[in-house]
């Protein structure tokens, strides 16, 4: 793998808020969920879902969740949603990592994966964050590869849950983490501000 490539990747995703018409290619919507798929989680988890928005009727009535023009503007936006019922594949999960080796040489190999799986519950709030944690590595994944495709996203988290969850008929389960519209971008912006380097290394010890 050329490492380089990525850091272009990197340096060149903008948060894209103009789109063209265009459509975007199914396959271009595959490898972006491809993408998605093969970030890391927390135990393996995998708690991420996505719910792919094309048709002019469910964009339009996303207008009414989320208040921002461009998201429904875009020729495909993508829901991604965490699945709070995850944690029941937690002991699965868990004896595949163990049976991929994943553990090997290391305290975990020494683990239940059922009794790993029966700890105390997490408290529902956390439980969400870290779902939600899980999610947005997926969508960083998404975003990045969206780049390679020459396609413009952008991370948008101004809606309304249960609007959003009733307009794409999702059950009580899901948490819709973010939505993502996706197109050919229409704007080419310059680098968005970040605050210098010595300001976010606190110390070295
Ligand atoms: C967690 C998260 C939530 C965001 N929510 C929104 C949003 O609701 N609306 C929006 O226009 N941009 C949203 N953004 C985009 C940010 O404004 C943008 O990433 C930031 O200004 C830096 O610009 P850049 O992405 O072009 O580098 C969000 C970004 C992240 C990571």
């Not at 163990?98 to 994966?113: I, N, W």
């Not at 780049?147 to 309304?160: A, E, K, Q, S």
């Not at 519209?181 to 968005?192: E, H, L, S, T």
């Amino acid at each position: 793998m050329n490492t380089m490539e990525l850091h272009e990747a990197m340096k060149a995703r903008r948060s894209i808020r103009k789109f063209k018409k265009d459509p975007v290619p199914d396959t271009s919507i595959r490898e972006l969920i491809e993408a998605a798929r093969l970030a890391p989680s927390g135990s393996n988890l995998q708690p991420t879902r996505f719910v792919i928005i094309k048709s002019e009727a469910a964009r339009a009535q996303l207008t009414e969740a989320c208040p921002l023009p461009f998201v429904s503007q875009a020729p495909v936006v993508i829901a991604c949603c965490v699945d709070m019922d995850s944690f029941g594949g937690m002991g699965t999960r868990a004896q595949e990592l163990k049976e991929a080796g994943a553990f090997a040489d290391t305290p975990l190999d020494k683990m239940d994966p059922d009794a790993y799986a029966k700890r105390k519950p997490m408290d529902p709030a956390v439980a969400e964050g870290y779902l939600r944690l899980n999610a947005a590595i997926a969508v960083d994944h998404l975003t990045l590869r969206a780049v390679d495709l020459g396609l413009g996203t952008c991370w948008i988290m101004m809606f309304d849950q249960e609007k959003v969850k009733n307009i794409l008929g999702l059950s009580e389960n899901y948490r819709v983490v973010a939505l993502i519209p996706v197109g050919y971008p229409d704007q080419n912006p310059k680098p968005r501000p970040r605050i210098d380097l010595s300001q976010i290394v606190l110390k070295e010890v």
